[in-house]
């Protein structure tokens, strides 16, 4: 839509086609780049089809709508569209019980669908306990919405998540990881609402994992901690409501994706035989950072033995397409694969070198995006010919996490270019000890039987 | 879910505060297709082309002394003027009286 908007702002006339599923998408981009009335006609093309007659009768059913889209005189609104003003909503919103808080909420479209905790001006300030930065400290504008990401608005849906304050500085990193992500088809704009219903991921690395007693080990993906949970959350909320992002006007996402509730998980630094990945990065490993990818899947495969060989195996066996990769290794079965001499780099190369595909199916999956003229149609490879299905390793992560057993997970779908944009330094206020020693002990004690 | 009336809440609003976009009007329409060079302006989703396809053969039946020119963005989820191919879009774009875009959803 963005190239339609650029089209009219070069004096030629454009109509944009889109499915009808899509029209309040294309609407909304057209509005967020300021030119609200860029002509477009509901098509019942099929979205993503292959077939012909489909595509011939969805353009049958638009052909006059298309023709009068260029032809017809402006309308006076079309002439002068009147630019809506800005809301401004009062500092309180809203007034109730708790129900009535929760109802007002979900209506209003800013939940992820389960209860929230009203962020009260007394709980956002007890939220705020856990930066230094001043509430109207601005961080940026995230989009789709361009809105403005200050410290304050970060803290209400920190509240409203069920986060401690402790969490502050990491859901900081993570807006600004979200803020400052790539351009393009490669970042948190395409990952963020793009019909492949990416999610984002959060890998903890660093001090901070212990003094949030974020899950490294049993059941590190599954629920019951507070932390896995609602840092997770509040980063789903900080993109809805500050990056506006609205499911089926600006995600559309087409299956939608559980793991938009929370995915984050600390890596397992002190059962880890290999260096933690945010020293990869460049980091030390005293710092603390917050990583951030958008799989589409997530995976668990079973090796057939403990041995090097049988675990690479099972991971080459178990390795789908995807442009990024998190290879969660569990701490066992990192340490055998240490004990035959592998580490994370050699690892990356020997999954890069040894998954090999047919060029066939290589090239039908690249389908999606060909258009003619492109090199990737003019590619003359023998279809039989097996080839690597990831051709830089570095697009693959290693890291460990998970508790004692066999099980090794992948995460597959998205992120960023490698060497772009994909992980952020925490800071931490001075009063951290102190915040840690005060929120520490929350960690569910289970009942003995 | 406690009761109605268990605790009174006055809430901040968590939806982030967005400047207003100027907005600007689109550009004069043409009164006919009728010799007038249409550009195609193709994404790269798979539909976008076919269905681009479809319009120009239909158009070229209706229009015959209409001229057609395409351009692809072949960027996915790129516009084109933020990319090396600025000018050649550009350049494209001068010589066309109207254009029927398909980002393909």
Known sequence: MYDAVSIEDRQK???????????????????????????????????????????????????????????????????????????????????????????????????????????????????????????????????????????????????????????????????IDLLESEQGFMGYTTFGFSTGSWSPFWVINGPIRNHLNINNSSGAFSPGNIANATIGRAMGLIIKNIGGVRKGIEDMGVMGNPMKYTMVIAENEEESPWEPLHVEHGYNKEDSTISLSFPQSFLQHYPPGSDAASILQSVIDNITRGMRYTIVFNPSTAKNLAREGYNKENIKKYVAEKKLVPAAQIKAQLGAVVTPGSSLQQSSRDTAEMVPLIRDHRVIRVIVGGGPGAFVAHLIGGGATPGKKEIQKIELPKNWNKLVGKYKNVVPIYAKY | MSSKTEGFYEVLSPWAEADSVPYSAISTRISDLADKKIGLFCNTKRVASPTLKAVERRLKKRYPSATFSWFFNTAPNEAIITQKRKDEFDNWLREIDAVIAAYGD
């Not at chain 1, 889209?69 to 002068?80: C, D, F, I, R």
């Not at chain 1, 509430?135 to 401690?164: C, F, H, P």
């Open chain 1, 13 to 175: 006339p454009v109509v944009m086609l889109a499915n009808y599923g899509f029209v309040n998408d294309a609407e909304s981009a057209s509005r967020s780049k300021g030119m609200p009335g860029v002509r477009v006609i509901s098509t019942k093309v099929p979205c993503e089809s292959t077939v012909l007659e489909d595509i011939e009768a969805g353009v049958d059913g638009s052909w006059d709508d298309i023709i009068t889209a260029l032809t017809k005189p402006l309308t006076a609104e079309e002439k002068s569209p009147r630019v809506e003003k800005t809301e401004t909503p009062a500092r309180i919103i809203f007034k109730g019980s708790l129900e009535e808080v929760n109802r007002f909420f979900y209506r209003r479209g800013w939940t992820d669908g389960l209860p929230i905790i009203p962020p009260t001006e007394e709980a956002v300030l007890e939220m705020l306990m856990g930066t230094d930065l001043p509430a109207d400290y601005l961080l940026g504008k995230l989009q789709s919405r361009s809105g403005k990401a200050t410290i304050e608005k970060i803290a209400i849906n920190a509240v409203m998540a069920g986060a401690l304050p402790t969490y502050m500085p990491v859901l900081i990193a993570g807006t």
